[in-house]
């Protein structure tokens, strides 16, 4: 059985308590006990009895696991499956009683809700995502403290992420991808004018509802998840297959165009099917950001647009300097690749495929749809 497949190694990973092969040794453990006719043991317990987690983790574990099984409720909240998870927490699907509708809830991981300092930020944070109100942004909806357990309820969103759905079919086609980048670009510049950067930008964070419309994640809150500190000491945030130059240097005062060269390095992968660039480890992937250009995506794919191409060399130059200064100035060549596209398929005549980037949120919510291929993509 692999360990995404058994929700409780999942949750002790996701917590960061101890290395998988100690899992899988608990595992291995538990497994005996089951073949020698004993009532196995959980694997927290197996692990604290190796000596190979604390009490107090242990017991965090438990808490945990209690929330997962639904036996305890947050704030009016009762948790229904885990979602997924990562350095900061994990994320559940959840009811939220008083209004009986699907919700999601971030809860801050036990060692994080710890840190004074952090906690701080992520309540600062996820009150400022609260106050946004785009389409293409996953709506924040309450942040809380539950007996220690620090949590934050997000819009539930019934879809597949970018990253599923390249995962599942390759590149998609141009003019989908385009819609999708154009729909991401409107959220950036919502969140521009409300002082928020994202710095994790990539295609796990956007999320295609049923009826096609992007959404962006974690915005806001992805700027709390720290990878681990580099050589020399300094902390970057972000992920290396989109991370910036400037993030990958580590630099303290990143702005909107990190953003945009994460989207740069989205939309890439999205028209080709991977990322800019590719290494043997995290920090060569990042090396690579800080001195290669990518290929230029016509060279992996002679089908696609000349001005496709410029935009994504744009949003990933070096210099921030160099690239889009603002959301809405992307914006306004992406709204042009698009209709040069439609015009190829004759829909000359119809309205313009986006919204200015001041538009309404309802307006600005027009979904990405599976078009006609004018490739041999999806």
Do not use: W
């Not at 929700?7 to 290395?19: A, F």
């Not at 994320?91 to 036990?110: H, T």
């Not at 990143?254 to 995290?282: K, Q």
Request: glycine residues 8%; neutral net charge.
């Amino acid at each position: 059985m692999s360990q995404d497949s058994d929700p409780e190694v999942q949750r002790i990973l996701d917590l960061g308590m101890t290395t998988l092969d100690r899992v899988e040794e608990a595992r291995a453990v538990r497994a005996k006990m089951v073949e020698m006719g004993l009532k196995p043991r959980s694997l927290g317990q197996i692990l604290y009895e190796k000596g190979y987690i604390e009490e107090e983790q242990l017991e965090a574990l438990r808490r945990e696991d209690r929330r997962f099984e639904g036996k305890e409720q947050i704030a009016g909240y009762r948790l229904l499956e885990r979602l997924g998870g990562g350095a900061m927490g994990t994320v559940y699907k959840a009811r939220q009683l008083s209004l009986d509708r699907d919700v999601a809830i971030k809860i801050l991981s036990a060692e994080l809700a710890q840190d004074p300092t952090f906690v701080a930020r992520f309540e600062r944070e996820a009150k400022a995502v609260a106050r946004l109100n785009h389409a293409n942004i996953i709506s924040g909806i309450d942040v809380g403290d539950a007996d220690g357990v620090k949590y934050f309820v997000m819009e539930y969103v019934d879809g597949s992420t970018v990253a599923s759905l390249l995962r599942r079919g390759g590149p998609l086609d141009e003019e989908r991808a385009l819609l999708i980048a154009q729909q991401v670009c409107r959220a950036l510049d919502h969140a521009y004018k409300n002082n928020l950067v994202h710095r994790d930008l990539k295609p796990d964070n956007v999320l295609i509802t049923r009826d096609g419309i992007a959404k962006v994640c974690d915005l806001g809150l992805a700027k709390l998840e720290d990878l681990p500190p580099s050589a020399d000491g300094a902390r970057r945030m972000g992920t290396p297959d989109y991370i910036s130059p400037e993030q990958a240097r580590g630099d303290a005062n990143v702005d909107i165009r990190s953003d945009l060269y994460g989207l740069g390095a989205t939309l890439h992968h999205m028209l080709v099917g991977r990322p800019p660039f590719d290494g043997a480890t995290p920090q060569a992937v990042m090396a690579k950001h800080l001195t290669e250009l990518p290929t230029p995506v016509r060279k992996l794919d002679a089908t696609l647009s000349p001005l496709t191409e410029v935009i994504v060399l744009r949003l990933m130059q070096k210099r921030r300097e160099d690239r889009y200064q603002t959301p809405a100035e992307c914006l306004q060549k992406l709204d042009e690749a698009v209709r040069g596209l439609q015009a190829e398929r004759g829909v000359g005549a119809a309205a313009p495929a986006s919204a200015p980037a001041a538009a309404p949120a309802a307006a600005a919510a027009r979904p990405a749809p599976v078009v006609t291929p004018r490739r041999r993509r999806r």
